[in-house]
């Protein structure tokens, strides 16, 4: 079985500073690792994943994520946040890279960044 | 990039009546479609998962005669809530993937049922 946990419902920070998303994840097999952004009433946005390679991924809006196998998380992490970057950040997990497989998400975690 | 598209985007509804919700992909064929549902503060619960020409799979607890999914055309899936009622309002994502292996989400739909 696949399990996300998002173990903040909230994290705030203020405007500038650097900002972490946590996310800590168990897969069976090998993980492909996903994060999406939600706003007010939208659907999701795909901000970036990982499959394979390098642990560091970078995606849109300036974001990036570590992969670290031994620890099993996957945090988000900006170097200086956004007012604009406020809203609701979800992780997700699948144990295969195929569109067939459904995402198993965290609960989420809602940004929120004070000028 | 791929898009998907949802319609209606809101809805009201009385209780006791049916509701559709389409699901398309715009620029893509769409083998498998996903549909999610979304509480107030929480996560995205699969629902269940829809291959084009079959038979709809749903998640444990979910009851396929309240939501019927069909998946009929590579680029069209929809949710018929059936007999809604109040604790069906709730917020209907759908996703979609082809031949890319990744999945687009579609924008959602808010379901209220007073």
């Known amino acids: 079985a696949q399990s996300v946990a998002q173990p903040e419902d909230q994290v705030n920070v203020a405007e500038g500073n650097p900002l972490t998303v946590k996310c800590t994840y168990s897969?069976?097999?090998?993980?492909?690792l996903f994060w999406y952004v939600q706003y007010p009433n939208r659907g999701l946005q795909f901000l970036l994943k990982y499959i394979t390679g390098d642990n560091l991924v970078k995606g849109s809006y300036g974001f990036e994520a570590e992969f670290n196998k031994s620890q099993t998380s996957f945090h988000l992490k900006k170097p200086s946040a956004l007012v604009s970057d406020s809203a609701l950040y979800f992780c997700a997990v699948r144990d295969r890279y195929s569109g067939n497989t459904p995402l198993v998400f965290g609960k989420g975690t809602r940004l929120s960044v004070i000028a | 990039g791929a898009v998907v598209s949802q319609h209606p985007s809101w809805v009201i509804c009385k209780s006791g009546t049916s509701v559709k919700i389409e699901c398309r992909s715009l620029?893509?064929?769409?083998?498998?479609m996903f549909w999610y549902r979304q509480f107030p503060k929480q996560s995205l619960m699969l629902m269940a998962t829809s291959n084009e020409g079959s038979k709809a799979t749903y998640e444990q607890g979910v009851e396929k005669d309240k939501f019927l999914i069909n998946h009929a055309s590579l680029t069209l899936s929809t949710l018929t809530v059936t007999s809604a009622h109040p604790e069906d309002s709730s917020f209907y994502i759908c996703?979609?993937?082809?031949?890319?292996?990744?999945?687009?989400f579609g924008p959602g739909t808010r379901l209220t049922v007073t």
């Open positions: 620029d893509f064929q769409a083998t498998t």
């Open positions: 996703s979609a993937s082809g031949a890319s292996d990744e999945q687009y």
């Open positions: 897969v069976s097999g090998n993980p492909y």
